[in-house]
């Protein structure tokens, strides 16, 4: 199983970018698709999650600024982000709960960077 994010990059702060996650690799289904980040210094958080019918989860710092969304035909899940702050700065991550064959498994892509300059 891959999961490839990209998407990352530098903006000023008040701009926008949408992460992308693609999950490939012999997929029989994909129940919550999640994007974390981690900022240096920093746990890794929970930014938001949407399960395979549409339900969506957001931390409080990102609400009415991130959304995320998937396309389950494509396995790919989108992390809108808008008016970004300096202190989204951090690598993001997509996660993905997967089955292969008969149970479910937490899967992690590699990061992707966000630099929000003030």
């Known amino acids: 199983v891959q999961l490839q994010a990209s998407g990352g990059g530098s903006v000023q702060a008040g701009g926008s970018l949408r992460l992308s996650c693609r999950a490939s690799?012999?997929?029989?289904?994909?129940?919550?698709m999640s994007w974390y980040r981690q900022a240096p210094g920093n746990p890794r958080e929970l930014v938001a999650s949407?399960?395979?019918?549409?339900?969506?989860n957001y931390a409080d710092s990102v609400k009415g600024r991130f959304t995320i969304s998937r396309d389950n035909a494509k396995l790919t899940a989108y992390l809108q982000m808008n008016d970004l702050k300096p202190e989204d700065t951090a690598v993001y991550y997509c996660?993905?709960?997967?089955?292969?064959?008969?149970?479910?498994?937490?899967?992690w892509g590699h990061g992707t960077l966000v630099t929000v300059s003030s």
């Open positions: 996660s993905a709960n997967i089955r292969l064959h008969f149970v479910y498994e937490d899967y």
């Open positions: 690799g012999g997929i029989a289904g994909i129940k919550d």
């Open positions: 949407i399960t395979n019918g549409g339900s969506t």
